[in-house]
């Protein structure tokens, strides 16, 4: 292989990891969604209600174990 060759093949794998990586971050984030900023809501939104007396300890221990299941789909 000359050195023409192997700067065309390194040059075509150079772009073709970079293309690759854009489209595979792109597709991570696509599924990642805004889920982690939701439950961080829901949670700060059962901290107020129990403060405010609407819930019981137990109940706010009930839903917040179901928001955090609820998290890991």
């Known amino acids: 292989m000359n050195t023409s060759s192997f700067g065309f093949?390194?040059?075509?794998a150079f772009w073709a990891s970079a293309i690759g990586g854009i489209v595979i971050g792109?597709?991570?984030a696509k599924t990642r969604g805004r889920k982690p900023v939701d439950t961080a809501?829901?949670?700060?939104?059962?901290?107020?209600?129990?403060?405010s007396?609407?819930?019981?300890p137990e109940e706010?221990?009930?839903?917040l174990d179901a928001v955090?299941?609820?998290s890991h789909n």
Do not use: N, V
């Open 9 to 12: 093949w390194a040059m075509l």
């Open 26 to 28: 792109i597709s991570w």
């Open 41 to 51: 809501l829901q949670i700060k939104s059962l901290q107020s209600r129990l403060e």
């Open 53 to 56: 007396g609407e819930i019981t």
């Open 60 to 63: 706010y221990e009930k839903k």
């Open 68 to 70: 955090r299941a609820g």
